[in-house]
């Protein structure tokens, strides 16, 4: 621990966008780290991080970043916690080229005839420098220019459109396109509405109508009588307010108003006359005489009615309101001189008035009319409240007497059920008490209690708890060890397992993190281990047995499955270090090729045992000491009882890039669509773990197959190889070969290859343990791939709108691309070794 340490020094790394780039970092002198990622200073998220073992205090994490964008760009550096301290590694600067990246773009304007303008249009690499060439429609403009541009028009008669191109080695992007409109004068408002008209005011609102491109400056209203059209009085009214208040108005009159508007180029027309009418005059006259004629029970109001000079056509009526304890009680309009009043509190006093009501409004009321209380009961006014609240009163203070009293014996008893429990009973036989005793409280000073887990006790399905059962194992008899491999959802442990006979046994231990499951998650990691139960192969991955790890009370268990140890770790881990690790060494295609055997031996297995697999790929299948490769993973799995095929009935985390085209369409799996899996898994064991697909997003997958492209066939792949990857992806998956085929066939290809030296062969090559200092030291710089490699690049479309993709060049396309393939075999090597084997009615890719 004293001697820990990242190693690795800092460096520049320029990638182009859209291709993969993968990082890692070498951590000596410590056991199990914590490993961070690190980008400018905060912690990376969302990204595949991987982190193996050399050996035990020995460890490399990778980064990968499978199509870099620009936001990429920055420093990574790897970083442990190590005594309270942050230990950090050295760090590299990645810097993403690609298309230049618009930082201002043309604008729609709106300009006045024949008037300056001016546009301005700027975009960054990297790689720099970046130039601006500007169109008008289908036309340049003036000459190419470094960015930032400017482009400077001397002014235009009618409405066009702008766009710039940004050029740099890497490509060009296109711009948004601007349009630049003419301005005009407006057009009339329109919906010129007269409302809340009185005897002397009104209100005027209005639309605008098109503002001709320009702000609107102001609006005029010009108001005049219908009579007399020559006196009109003008009112230019600010916008964007676009209503009027009209005062000062004669009463019993008609008007007339209109609208314009104005902006910088001018006014629109007046809109057409809207006429409107004030209101009369409001009666002057009161109501005289008002008086109450007592009924049983209700009042009668009368009034004296108005002259009939006074009376004019717009007379409404009469309103009456009342009220009591200045709150508005009611009100309404008679035609007559006389209302009867039935919906008021006689217990209070009623104050009552008249008006007379025209169209204008109310006119002057009457004097107020007060109604005593004790006139409308006869003359006996009662008490508001008497003496009811006696009654009231007396029942609460009885309650609280009883409720308290009934505190005081829960009180006591439960002092004595504190200090003695239930200890005494009630007397029986000859007075003597019973005695008997239940803790009434119990208190745990020490740790929290752990309790037994079992397969009862998390909360799976019955038919699960019966797969299980007999291969349940106490955790007492195996011991954790060091630390192989973990990742978000949980982690891989070396264990000892004590065996009947007293031995011990070196497995695996599988086991979910701690405090982000559910029953629900366990069940799902459970119900993998049920699935490999039923295996009996040497390619498969075989179950040892299955734990719970007791936590204490409330906690769910851990669970673990135990599976067979796995020297060399999964084989994708693998191939990235035979070919980027700090020490790499030679992988000859004899022995890919008798990976390609095993994983074929094994998922024939799984097929006739109607098992689809649906996660088939190198980084699911585990190599043991022996170099023999064995498939493994099954959390996807899927036993077939009906028919052959399995559709999947919700969403659900896929591996996208190894689906099937039937499989991304329509959710269909199929021992055929593993059969395809199988053909990008043999392509990632060619490449020694290279991503495939790289710069082509997963929701471009299916419209990438379905045009017809496949995989690019690797630099050192055999023809015949390529060939069986291809009908591994035949559209049609019933024109797929099965997996006796695919096994026969490669064990056919590997048998006509030359035998290797024994000083070639890599299953005895020791790449545990070997700490010899290489010339070069990777550190965190070291990527997978050729990042510079420009056939993995078709070019960069022309982006619209600042988006950039990069395409692969379709290959595997049958005959038409035979030209493309090539093959690095000795020379004499046999082109039709497969034609030997192949079905027929089956096609090539």
């Not at 009552?352 to 004790?374: E, F, K, M, T, Y």
């Not at 009862?456 to 399905?461: H, L, V």
Request: aromatic share 8%.
């Amino acid at each position: 621990m004293l001697g820990m340490k990242f190693t690795g020094s800092p460096i520049k790394l320029k990638v182009s966008q859209g291709q993969p780039v993968k990082l890692n970092c070498t951590l000596e002198g410590m056991e199990d780290p914590e490993m961070l990622w690190m980008k400018d200073g905060a912690v990376v998220q969302g990204v595949d991080q991987v982190y193996i073992p050399v050996d035990e205090e020995h460890w490399i994490g990778f980064l990968s970043l499978k199509s870099v964008e620009r936001t990429d760009s920055g420093k990574y550096w790897c970083q442990v916690e190590y005594r309270g301290k942050k230990e950090e590694s050295q760090q590299v600067w990645l810097i993403v080229e690609g298309v230049p990246y618009f930082t201002v773009e043309p604008q729609d304007v709106s300009v006045s005839p024949n008037a300056p303008f001016h546009m301005a249009c700027a975009a960054v690499g990297p790689p720099e420098p970046v130039t601006i060439v500007w169109w008008m429609g289908d036309s340049r403009v003036g000459l190419p220019d470094i960015s930032p541009s400017i482009l400077n028009m001397s002014g235009i008669n009618q409405s066009a459109v702008f766009s710039c191109e940004a050029h740099n080695v890497k490509g060009l992007s296109s711009s948004r396109t601007a349009t630049v409109q003419i301005k005009a004068m407006p057009l009339p408002p329109v919906n010129v509405t007269v409302t809340q008209v009185t005897s002397y005011n009104a209100s005027i609102t209005w639309v605008p109508g098109f503002d001709g491109r320009s702000p609107l400056r102001s609006c005029t209203v010009q108001v005049a009588e219908s009579h007399d059209d020559q006196d009109i009085s003008t009112e230019v009214i600010p916008v964007p307010s676009f209503a009027y208040s009209l005062q000062g108005l004669q009463h019993s009159t008609n008007y007339s108003v209109r609208v314009l508007c104005t902006n910088e180029m001018g006014s629109s027309p007046f809109t057409d006359w809207v006429y409107f009418q004030t209101l009369g005059l409001a009666p002057s006259s009161i109501p005289q005489n008002v008086h109450v004629i007592q009924g049983e029970s209700s009042l009668i109001l009368e009034w004296e009615g108005v002259v009939p000079e006074i009376m004019k056509e717009n007379l409404l009526g009469y309103r009456l309101e009342w009220s009591q304890d200045n709150v508005t009680q009611g009100e309404m309009i008679v035609q007559e001189t006389t209302a009867n009043l039935t919906t008021w509190n006689p217990l209070k006093d009623l104050i009552i008035r008249v008006c007379i009501l025209n169209s204008a409004g109310c006119g002057p009321w009457s004097d107020p009319l007060v109604v005593a209380a004790q006139e409308v009961l006869g003359g006996q006014r009662q008490p508001p409240y008497g003496t009811s609240w006696v009654p009231v009163a007396l029942g609460i203070l009885t309650a609280l007497v009883t409720a308290v009293a009934l505190a005081l014996i829960l009180l006591r008893k439960r002092r004595k059920e504190t200090r003695f429990g239930h200890a005494f009973g009630s007397v029986v036989g000859r007075g003597e008490p019973m005695v008997h005793f239940r803790a009434a409280r119990s208190f745990n000073r020490e740790g929290p209690e752990l309790i037994e887990a079992t397969l009862e006790s998390i909360g799976i399905s019955d038919d699960l708890k019966a797969k299980l059962k007999d291969v349940l194992i106490q955790e007492q008899q195996f011991t954790l060890g060091r630390m192989l491999g973990k990742g978000e959802f949980g982690s891989v442990r070396e264990a000892l397992l004590k065996l009947q006979d007293g031995s011990f046994q070196k497995v695996a231990v599988k086991m979910l993190k701690a405090d982000i499951f559910t029953s629900s998650d366990i069940e799902e990691f459970l119900r993998e281990a049920a699935c490999m139960k039923e295996f009996d192969h040497p390619h498969v991955t075989k179950l040892i047995g299955v734990s719970l790890r007791s936590r204490p009370k409330g906690r769910l268990p851990i669970p673990m499955v135990i599976l067979p140890f796995m020297k060399h770790g999964d084989l994708h881990a693998f191939l990235l270090m035979s070919r980027i690790g700090e020490n790499p060494f030679n992988l000859p295609l004899q022995t890919l090729l008798k990976f390609m055997i095993d994983i074929a031996s094994g998922m024939e297995y799984l097929s006739s045992k109607n098992f689809i697999h649906r996660d088939l790929a190198a980084r699911n299948c585990m190599l043991d000491e022996n170099m023999n490769v064995s498939v493994a993973d099954f959390g996807l799995s899927k036993k077939i009882y009906s028919g052959d095929y399995y559709r999947q009935g919700c969403a659900s985390k896929l591996p996208v890039k190894w689906l099937a085209l039937e499989s991304l369409a329509d959710n269909l799996y199929t021992t055929h669509s593993d059969v395809w899996a199988f053909g990008v898994t043999m392509w990632e064991i060619v490449t020694r773990g290279q991503t495939p697909y790289a710069g082509i997003e997963n929701a471009e997958i299916y419209n990438y197959l379905i045009s017809g492209n496949r995989l690019k066939q690797p630099p050192e792949c055999l023809e015949d190889v390529y060939d069986l990857m291809c009908r591994c992806w035949h559209p049609e998956p019933k024109f797929r070969p099965s997996f006796a085929m695919l096994k026969l066939q490669l064990e056919m290809i590997q048998g006509r290859m030359s035998t290797l030296s024994s000083s070639q062969d890599p299953l005895y090559v020791n790449i545990g343990t070997d700490k010899e200092a290489s010339g070069c030291d990777p550190a965190l710089h070291t990527s997978f791939g050729d990042l510079d490699n420009e056939e993995n690049v078709a070019g960069a479309a022309a982006a619209v709108t600042s988006n950039y993709r990069y395409i692969m060049s379709p290959l595997c396309l049958g005959n038409d691309a035979e030209g493309e393939r090539h093959s690095d075999a000795a020379e004499g090597e046999a082109r039709s070794l497969l034609h030997e084997l192949e079905l027929e009615g089956e096609k090539s890719c």
